[in-house]
């Protein structure tokens, strides 16, 4: 008995401490903003997009701040509103330092005309984000995001050891595709029996382009039964057809994304 009534005591004074330890603190100080100034910061980050000079200046306003008076979550918000900063992890090291870990966002393409698409899937906007090279261009409506990220992923890999360099996807508002390639040249997919398409095209494209000595600017896919090319060094070439295509034109071409 004498063991139990012990043990709740000791817990009581525990709890009691626990609760007065904060009130104690105010009363002598310790969690006064003036109080054993934060004055060293250390900043770990990669620096491709953001620099030091833009931490330190965000985090500056809390540096001087009281060792207990600092708040961290506001250093992280005022370091996270910087342009491509993704996340922040803020610690507080005794006696006076502030570290902070800071996660640059990694862009994977750009989306439409003026943002992009971070690694995470998240849509991001930057200043200069349009100057940068190198990234794939991608376009549809918001919610089909991952759809077409995961296209232009998949239809990459369709593309390994073709000699064809994907350089963006689009899907349209009637829910049809296109791809753009590295040298300009574009392929009309349409909305159904895409992967089909792509295969059957990409089986004859080997032997066309060897015929016909050059390279293509536009391919439509759109056919039942076949696909038409227009060829960059020579005139446009008919249809490739299982069975004849009765209008070979380019003005079948225009019709069929028409109906697309």
């Known amino acids: 008995m004498n063991g139990r009534f012990v043990l709740k005591l000791t817990a009581w004074l525990v709890a009691l401490t626990l609760v007065a ?13 003036d109080r054993w100034p934060v004055r060293s910061l ?6 491709n997009h953001v620099s030091a000079e833009q931490i330190r200046a965000a985090a500056a306003t809390h540096l001087g701040t009281g060792f207990f008076a600092l708040k961290l979550d506001e250093v992280s918000a005022a370091v996270a509103a910087l342009p491509w900063v993704e996340g922040v992890e803020a610690r507080k090291r005794w006696p006076d330092t502030l570290q902070l870990r800071v996660r640059e966002r990694q862009p994977f393409a750009r989306w439409g005309d003026k943002r992009l698409v971070g690694r995470d899937g998240v849509l991001f906007s930057v200043p200069g984000g349009d100057t940068i090279q190198g990234l794939p261009q991608l376009e549809g409506r918001d919610d089909a995001l991952v759809e077409v990220v995961d296209f232009y992923t998949k239809t990459q890999r369709a593309l390994a050891g073709s000699g064809l360099i994907l350089a963006g996807a689009s899907l349209n508002e009637r829910g049809s595709w296109k791809l753009t390639l590295a ?6 997919l349409g909305h159904e029996h895409v992967d089909e398409r792509m295969q059957r095209f990409l089986a004859m494209l080997p032997r066309l382009s060897a015929e016909h000595g050059g390279i293509f600017q536009h391919a439509d896919l759109r056919y039942s039964n076949g696909f ?4 960059a060094t020579a005139p446009a070439a008919p249809p490739v057809t299982g069975t004849p295509i009765s209008d070979k034109t380019r003005g079948a071409a225009a019709a069929a994304e028409a109906h697309t």
């Not at 330890?21 to 903003?33: D, E, M, Y």
């Not at 038409?228 to 060829?231: G, K, Q």
């Open 21 to 33: 330890l904060p009130v104690v603190g105010v009363l002598n100080g310790w969690f006064a903003v």
């Open 42 to 47: 250390q900043v770990e980050a990669e620096y």
């Open 183 to 188: 040298d300009g040249a574009e392929i009309m």
């Open 228 to 231: 038409s090319i227009l060829w």
